[in-house]
């Protein structure tokens, strides 16, 4: 299981995807996505299929296949939270206009990749511009997903693209965190600058995959200061990536697969990874496992709720979802007890 997990540091998702094809259904969460205001509809997706909850968690509603392939990361929009989009393992992009009740393909400029999609960034006024992370490259759109642009220029070194952060203060910069590394964009990803002082080394990153960054987060109230998740550690900077710092040596594994920031708290953070479940109260200086009532350790997804942050969920690779309502103190185990979606 270690060999898999760092032979596949292309992408977050790809780790488990291959690793745990013989689990049964809902062991292992995918992605979670939460709406925005109503705090009892979330979404979430498995090895096998994406699951609606209207009541917090409490009955599902699991939606007909809409791809030959795996989904690997569920959004919603922000500003149109019936809308939903769904990224594939091999198939691109999936929109749903009407809550996940119906699905089309919008892959017009990613389908001769066939891409397999790691995560969707919305610009935070203009949802409709979204920005997508796939292992052929950086995507764009400005019209919801109708039309796809690559945005990869300066990102000669790589096409892996792992994770995307848009500043909300400044949607003209982004970071691209790649299998080589993090790369800042100053002009809404028309180009690409590498940072990586103090992330990597350059004679260790000509090595294949020698560092992919699996998550970013950005400090929403100081956007200078953002934070990296990789898979040998993870990252601070306070001045945009231009020098980066290791925190969390104290960690118990150096693989992080997610990350939580409190927004309006940002001392608070959060980290997920295959020991659990790590909270820091001072922006990651000291750290904590906060893993009691979880069956298996092995974090592949981790969500706060929007409008309550003591409310979190995380998703595992063994024993499915948790959802915590005393900001990670405890866990309750939530099963995805599904009837078939009604159309």
Not at 74 to 83: E, S, V
Not at 85 to 108: C, E, F, I, R
Not at 278 to 304: C, E
């Amino acid at each position: 299981m270690m060999k898999l997990r760092t032979v596949a540091t292309l992408t977050l998702f790809a780790i488990p995807i291959f690793s745990l094809g013989c689990q049964k259904e809902s062991e292992s969460i995918v992605s979670i996505a939460l709406h925005p205001t109503n705090a009892n509809i979330l979404y979430v997706a498995t090895n096998d299929a994406v699951y609606k909850s209207r009541d917090g968690g409490g009955t599902w509603e699991r939606f007909p296949s809409f791809s030959a392939r795996r989904v690997t990361t569920l959004a919603i929009d922000p500003l149109l939270p019936a809308t939903i989009y769904a990224g594939t393992m091999g198939d691109a992009v999936y929109k749903s206009p009407d809550g996940g009740q119906h699905w089309l393909p919008h892959n017009v400029g990613l389908k001769e990749h066939v891409s397999f999609v790691n995560q969707f960034v919305f610009h935070p006024a203009l949802s409709e511009k979204i920005y997508i992370a796939t292992t052929v490259g950086a995507f764009h759109t400005q019209d919801a997903g109708r039309e796809w642009e690559e945005r990869m220029n300066g990102m000669k070194e790589v096409h892996i693209v792992t994770s995307i952060a848009i500043n909300p203060k400044d949607p003209t910069i982004l970071y691209g965190g790649t299998t080589g590394g993090m790369y800042r964009s100053d002009d809404g990803a028309m180009s690409w600058k590498k940072i990586n002082n103090g992330l990597i080394p350059e004679s260790e990153l000509m090595a294949s995959m020698a560092l992919g960054v699996n998550a970013i987060e950005i400090d929403g109230t100081n956007p200078d200061i953002v934070y990296a998740g990789t898979t040998k550690g993870l990252f601070r900077t306070t001045n945009k990536g231009e020098q980066w710092e290791r925190i969390g040596q104290s960690i118990s594994d150096p693989f992080i697969s997610s990350m939580l920031l409190h927004p309006t708290e940002p001392a608070r953070f959060y980290v997920g990874g295959p020991k659990g479940v790590w909270k820091s109260l001072d922006s990651g200086k000291a750290w904590q496992a906060i893993n009691q009532g979880m069956a298996t350790l092995n974090i592949r997804a981790l969500a706060m709720n929007p409008k309550n942050p003591q409310i979190l969920y995380a998703g595992t690779n063994g024993s499915g979802l948790y959802r915590s309502t005393d900001a990670g103190a405890t866990w309750t185990s939530v099963p995805l007890k599904a009837a078939p979606a009604q159309n």
